[in-house]
């Protein structure tokens, strides 16, 4: 039987706890499935990816590369993407994820860390000495209008975003 920490050789091993699955991975992480899906995953060791603000499960590829855990899980088509519902790149379970367009991904991120309003969508525009709300959509940008406060302008921007971005849309 492998080791808890795994190691180069050994196979870490999946805790299933009534219907979850807990996949350990490198750098302390652990990647969270549906305990049905732990035969599919079962004989690899998966390591920890960290891309941008998020954590992802992904293994080895043979012939070089990385296969994410949640493309594995959706066998996801090429030209598509699988965005996680919550924003956590280590919860895989079924209920978490679904196919995506790229656009669609892109509308369920979160406030970029550079965003100094606290709001996403909405930035301070020194021009008009106010808030400025505005929202992408099939690559464009939408003027949302102007406001006196940032609560304001992000309501308008949750508006826009529940109209236009949909079941994929993250308004905070």
Known sequence: RASAQGGRGMKRQIRIEGDTAYIPLTRGYEAVIDAEDAPLVAQFNWHAMVDDRAVYAARHKAGGGSVLLHRELMEAERGYEVDHIDGDGLN????????????????????????????????????ENRWLAQIGVGGKRIHLGYFSDVESAAAAYAAACAKLHGEFGRPA
Do not use: L
């Not at 679904?98 to 021009?127: D, E, F, L």
């Open 92 to 127: 895989n379970r079924r209920s978490n994820i679904r196919t995506a367009t790229k656009s669609q991904n892109q509308w369920n991120r979160r406030r970029p860390i550079t965003n100094k309003s606290g709001a996403k969508g909405v930035y301070w525009a020194t021009r």
